[in-house]
């Protein structure tokens, strides 16, 4: 068994109207240290696939195990990025680096050592006291990254991560984010609804149908 | 700016502005000495009764009167102070209702229609009322000022908290924060503007709840100078009232509109 497996995951959307099927009987194994991409066509249930990993919503059924356990949240273990780099504009650079671990109370010397290497090592430093509107979109992408990295959760969860960016900064910051992950041994699982970043980015592919979105394909 | 010397047509435009800018706050002074002026000459010349309509030169001498027996600021201080308890705790009462409402989900849709109606009810309607329960004095003004910012607090800042980036409350809580942190760290901060802003409407609501409330039952105070100067004919005093009055709201408003600039960059 990998790092990260979903078992028979299904969920069903109620409305008053109606139900909704979204993920019908989703199976999936994530091996340590991979990077697998979903592609899927828009609302097809991308999104909602990994806010059940993340522990955000419920599945309506299925399990899911890290390391063959069954996941338990709130899990550290799992970091999440978003579409939209969701910086808070009233903190820092730094303090929006260091803003999960002063939410758990672990801002211990050894966490803000290894977040401050993060920040030199990713040429951040001369940006600490920065506020992110002074921050171009790729490095706003990069700063969350960083802060997600600084948690050290072993899975990281990537959200349609470079959509909010250009063309031409979203080919240099897929290509940087992607040398960050593999640097820091991440094991990442991305959902994207382009091809051509999936293929230029994953180690495996896994391609959904359309809602209610089932697995059609896997592509090694 | 690019260098450090700039260029003639960079000085020239700089002059330009400023040349502009003092025109402006001329020509601003100008209107009111010539308003002032005018007042003063059609009222010595009788075109204007100045009974009714007062002049300047009245106003002066009963503003000097008033000052000598001691009661000008003593009434000016009075009313300031009701103000400014009564936007200061309109906005924080209402702020902390909205976090209630934040919270519980269900107390908010269960709250709602009432707040509606409520919003919609002229506060000032309930000062008799307010007067019987908590006596004919400076408490009874208070609450009026209370009452008139308090639901529109409510309901601003409320909006303000639910404007919040969904993706924002979801990105902490995978870093594990409860709903009080998630309160802290994400949705105060980011509805701070709007609370400021929220202020700022309550210096201006809080001036007409002290100043009816006033009306109804006080004994110092600008409004009460206001309707005492009515009710005895010194209509120089109710005007000398109403310019003190517009004066200390403007200076009000600056200094909230300051301390918003010092929060919102």
């Not at chain 2, 008033?66 to 000008?72: D, K, P, Q, R, S």
């Not at chain 2, 506060?123 to 009452?147: D, E, H, M, R, Y």
């Not at chain 2, 409510?154 to 990105?171: A, P, Q, R, W």
Request: glycine share 6%; proline share 3%.
């Amino acid at each position: 068994m990998g790092k990260l497996t979903l078992e028979n995951i299904s969920m069903i959307y109620h409305t008053l109207q109606s139900e909704t099927k979204t993920l019908d009987n989703i199976n999936l194994t994530v091996k340590d240290g991979e990077f697998v991409v979903i592609v899927g066509p828009s609302g097809c249930g991308k999104s909602t696939l990994l806010s059940i990993i993340a522990g955000l919503i419920k599945p309506t059924s299925g399990e899911i195990y890290l390391d063959d356990k069954i996941i338990s949240y709130p899990c550290n273990e799992i970091g999440y990025m978003f579409q939209k780099d969701t910086l808070f504009e009233w903190r820092n650079i730094y303090k929006n680096i260091t803003l999960g671990l002063e939410i758990r109370k672990e801002l211990r010397k050894e966490n803000i050592d290894f977040a401050n290497s993060l920040i030199d090592k990713y040429g951040l430093s001369s940006f600490k006291n920065y506020f992110p509107s002074q921050l171009s979109g790729g490095m706003r992408q990069r700063v969350a990254l960083i802060r997600t990295l600084v948690l050290n959760h072993e899975i990281l969860l990537l959200d349609e991560p470079f959509s909010a960016l250009d063309y031409h900064t979203r080919l240099l910051v897929a290509d940087e984010i992607y040398r960050i992950i593999k640097a820091e041994g991440k094991t990442a699982l991305m959902v994207t609804h382009d091809i051509s970043e999936a293929i230029s980015l994953a180690d495996r592919i896994i391609v959904l149908s359309s809602r209610p979105a089932k697995i059609k394909r896997y592509l090694i | 700016m690019i260098n450090n010397t700039p260029s003639k047509e960079h000085l020239e435009y700089i002059e330009k502005i400023k040349r502009r800018n003092i025109l402006i706050t001329l020509t601003r002074i100008l209107i009111l000495i010539i308003f002032i002026a005018q007042w003063e000459i059609t009222a010595r010349l009788n075109i204007v009764d100045p009974f009714l309509v007062s002049q300047p030169s009245r106003i002066a001498k009963t503003f000097f009167k008033l000052l000598e027996e001691g009661h000008l600021l003593r009434h000016t201080y009075v009313t300031c102070i009701e103000t400014v308890i009564g936007f200061i705790s309109g906005t924080i009462i209402g702020t902390l209702i909205a976090i209630i409402l934040w919270i519980s989900d269900f107390i908010n849709k269960v709250l709602e229609p009432y707040l509606v109606v409520l919003n919609a009810l002229p506060k000032i309607a309930l000062g008799p009322i307010l007067i019987f329960w908590v006596g004919n004095g400076q408490p009874a003004i208070i609450i009026i000022a209370l009452t008139i910012s308090l639901i529109v607090t409510i309901i601003s800042v409320l909006t303000g908290f639910n404007d919040v980036d969904e993706d924002m409350i979801k990105l902490v809580k995978t870093f594990g924060a409860n709903k009080y942190q998630i309160l802290k760290y994400v949705v105060l901060p980011h509805s701070l503007p709007t609370i400021i802003s929220t202020l700022k409407i309550n210096v201006g609501l809080s001036w007409v709840g002290v100043i009816v409330g006033e009306f109804l039952v006080a004994k110092e105070g600008l409004g009460f100078l206001i309707v005492f100067g009515g009710q005895v004919a010194q209509l120089d005093m109710v005007m000398l009232s109403i310019i003190i009055l517009s004066i200390i709201a403007y200076i009000m408003y600056a200094i909230v509109s300051k301390i918003e600039s010092l929060f919102i960059k």
